[in-house]
């Protein structure tokens, strides 16, 4: 457990990644494999698309358009460098991208919860292009978690030729460039959030304890002052750029 004051934790993909699987797992624990499962990719599908349709309100409000580079140009987080290994591999028509290594799958093999966090892989990336632009189409032939092979997603009409290639980068450093990326307590007060209030809608009390029973693992690895960062966003709507 850490000691650090709010002020000083540095949150990080691994917190994200172990914060869901310590939810999923609870829910699973108190519903069962079928009906728990269902209710978590609900959580995962709000959060996901919420967070697409900020993308795209930021992608609005520079003027630009809803096509699927922009959406790769608008994503809200940044990993660490040597937290993930990917390559195009295809670029035109559609861009196919594969994922070799990633902070979530990393975090959940080594704390043994793959079977609980693979859900997150299976329905936030699509729920994500869903909330970008419901027009855009996004194929997840495999993943790491569920697949044991690389992440293979087709980005349909991407077209990444030189061109929008060297659009891309450009926008990926000057605009949005870092105002896209959200800092990682945000995006752990919006996971939580988001899945507090579907566990609640969905399971009334029993939501609230699976959440109190995450949120425990969270503070026995994290500390308190970790979970009280978190907690704070919960009356933040998510579904609006922060102010």
């Known amino acids: 457990m850490t000691n650090q004051t709010p002020s000083q934790i540095q949150f990080s993909a ?37 967070r697409g349709h900020r993308m795209a309100l930021r992608a609005q409000a520079n003027g630009h ?12 987080w940044q990993a660490e460098p040597g ?18 290594q990633c902070p979530w799958y990393s975090a959940w093999e080594e704390a043994q919860l793959l079977p609980y966090g693979r859900i997150y892989c299976q329905v936030v990336d699509e729920a994500l292009v869903k909330g970008f632009n419901p ?8 993943t790491l978690s569920s697949d044991e092979k690389p992440c293979d997603f087709v980005f349909h009409n991407a077209n990444l030729n030189l061109l929008n290639l060297l659009g ?9 460039g870092k105002s896209a990326l ?57 579904s609006k750029l922060p102010e």
């Open 14 to 50: 691994r917190h994200h990644a172990l914060l869901f699987a310590w939810i999923s797992r609870a829910v699973i624990h108190n519903c069962g494999e079928e009906r728990g499962a269902q209710i978590v990719r609900a959580g995962v599908q709000r959060y996901g698309e919420e």
């Open 65 to 76: 358009t809803l096509s699927m580079t922009n959406y790769l140009a608008y994503g809200e």
């Open 168 to 176: 891309l980068s450009l926008k990926k450093t000057i605009k949005p």
């Open 182 to 238: 959200m800092p990682w307590e945000y995006h752990l007060g919006h996971l939580y959030s988001t899945m507090h209030a579907v566990l609640v809608e969905q399971l009334g009390e029993a939501g609230e304890a699976a959440m109190r029973e995450a949120l425990g693992e969270f503070v026995a690895q994290f500390g308190e002052p970790a979970a009280q960062v978190v907690k704070s966003y919960q009356s933040m709507d998510f």
């Open 83 to 100: 937290e993930t290994d990917q390559e195009i591999v295809e670029r035109t028509p559609d861009a196919r991208v594969r994922v070799n």
């Open 135 to 142: 027009q855009l189409k996004l194929d997840v032939e495999s």
